[in-house]
């Protein structure tokens, strides 16, 4: 892919530079997936980044009814910070379960205010993709008898917390309810109006299958309306480089998929660890959202949960 941006259509070096980033970054989740403490400390690493996020919070530009960030901010959109907010969900409620005393309180805690924060943001695909991977998570959990009554605890103390910001809670609501509203009031409803891009980066892959565009949006000449990303990844790769390096990341996620059906239901130690459960459940959950947004391939936790996927035996964490 970087041969292809660099001789092919691009010729920059922030192309090169942002290629040599993410290899890196790949490459010290490859080398560190082993130690014990790595996973977990990662992850705390970018809950902190996206606390340090909530600090300058503000209304969207995109749209003033939803909550962003300043487009100085590396997550910028309405939508990759509910995104942001759906991994801070997760891997808190997780960290809780497994957690006691003040650090489970800690971690609740910051689970509400992502959670606050992500009905904020009006975001839909992350809120519904984060329910799906949260039962999901649960579902395969209570499998384990030890972790019943500790989910069970965190759930009643959500549900709490709940009752006293539910005032937050509920002005998110009202939000997604308008939202919907608007989309019936143009007449023209439907989930989400990235359907119609999806159709269209479908239409320019067709005309140029082989190589692709080159561009990372639909271009006007092959779109009836002003230039988008087709908002799914797959897509979006093979509307830049083409079918090949587009079917490499499809076999790529197909692996990591079945690594991560295996490390929950075949391997037989697994069933002792309550970690295949959470790589089942995130992997289907980064699955999902990366057939709904762009870049998600490249987001930090999609690269540290795909790496421990693809690298991990029977879990003896």
């Known amino acids: 892919m970087a041969i292809i941006d660099f001789l092919g259509y691009r010729g920059d070096m922030e192309t090169i530079k942002s290629y040599l980033f993410w290899t890196l970054m790949f490459a010290v989740c490859l080398v560190l997936h082993e130690d014990p403490g790595f996973f977990d400390r990662a992850k705390n690493v970018l809950a902190i980044y996206l606390l340090c996020h909530f600090f300058f919070l503000q209304a969207s530009p995109v749209d003033e009814n ?15 910070l509910g995104y942001w ?22 971690y609740s805690s910051f689970a509400l205010i ?3 924060v992500l009905f904020r ?14 039962a999901t998570y649960l579902f395969l959990s209570i499998r384990e008898r030890g972790r019943f009554y500790s989910i069970l605890f965190v759930l009643i103390l959500l549900a709490v917390s709940g009752l006293a910001f539910k005032h937050f809670l509920s002005e998110g609501m009202q ?3 308008h939202r919907m509203e608007y989309e019936e009031d143009k007449g ?6 990235r359907t119609y891009y999806l159709q269209e980066g479908i239409r320019a892959v ?30 979006a790769v093979a509307l830049h480089y083409g079918i090949w390096p587009t079917l490499f990341l499809a076999i790529l996620w197909l692996i990591t998929l079945v690594r991560a059906i295996s490390l929950t239901f075949w391997a037989a130690e697994s069933r002792r660890h309550d970690q295949s459960n959470e790589l089942f459940a995130f992997t289907l959950f980064l699955f999902l959202m990366s ?10 936790f999609c690269v540290l949960y795909m790496t421990k996927v693809l690298t991990a035996g029977s879990i003896r964490e």
């Open 206 to 235: 067709i005309a140029s299958p082989w190589y692709g565009t080159g561009e990372d949006e639909i271009s006007p000449r092959e779109a009836s309306k002003p230039s988008a990303a087709p908002h799914n990844v797959f897509v």
């Open 291 to 300: 057939n709904v947004s762009n870049k998600m391939m490249l987001a930090p």
């Open 121 to 134: 943001t009006v975001s839909r695909s992350a809120l519904i993709f984060l329910a799906f991977s949260v």
């Open 188 to 193: 023209n409803y439907s989930f989400s109006g």
């Open 175 to 177: 939000a997604y309810r």
């Open 85 to 106: 907010c759906a991994f801070g969900v997760f891997m808190s409620l997780i960290a809780s379960i497994r957690s006691s005393g003040l650090k489970r309180v800690l």
């Open 114 to 116: 992502a959670l606050i």
């Open 66 to 80: 939803r909550l962003g960030l300043s487009e100085k901010m590396s997550i910028s959109n309405p939508n990759d």
